[in-house]
């Protein structure tokens, strides 16, 4: 069975792609089983950089697919905060992927291990599991998005 894993790009200096790259690089090179890379991107990655996202997935014998992303209208008024639009595209998974399992990672990471193991955890009937961001706290997290609690 293939790993589905996916990022979102939002990539308006050209730098973010980058990041990507290393991310992605050692998630698909180091998997004990085949992995597919969905992209999720605007109109803000160019084609030079989705040579290069290419190019790496191919390297580690990995499948790789675009998916471009327009946000819907009326999450115009949604604030990220010091986040780019980017953050948001996550949200879409649902609606774009043909997948009934996915692994998201963000492009900070740097995951040295074999994400066979990860895939292999069992979601026991709910719909999603994560973990928390190390680096934001609640309260920053909070902040950030101006969550409100009830």
């Known amino acids: 069975m293939t790993i589905e894993l996916a990022v979102a790009i939002h990539d308006v200096s050209g730098e973010y792609s980058r990041h990507a790259g290393v991310a992605l690089h050692p998630l698909l090179s180091q998997a004990s089983r085949p992995v597919r890379a969905h992209i999720l991107h605007d109109a803000t990655l160019t084609d030079e950089n ?51 399992k996915l692994l998201y990672f963000d492009c900070d990471i740097v995951c040295r291990l074999d994400i066979a193991a990860l895939w292999r955890e069992p979601l026991s009937g709910r719909p999603i599991a994560a973990v928390p961001d190390r680096g934001v706290t609640e309260r920053d997290a909070d902040h950030q998005l101006r969550l409100r609690k009830a």
């Open 50 to 100: 989705r040579r290069r996202l290419r190019k790496i997935a191919e390297a580690a014998g990995a499948g790789i697919a675009f998916y471009p992303v327009q946000l819907p209208a009326e999450w115009a008024a949604v604030s990220t905060g010091a986040y780019t639009p980017g953050i948001l595209f996550r949200l879409l998974t649902p609606q774009l992927l043909p997948v009934d």
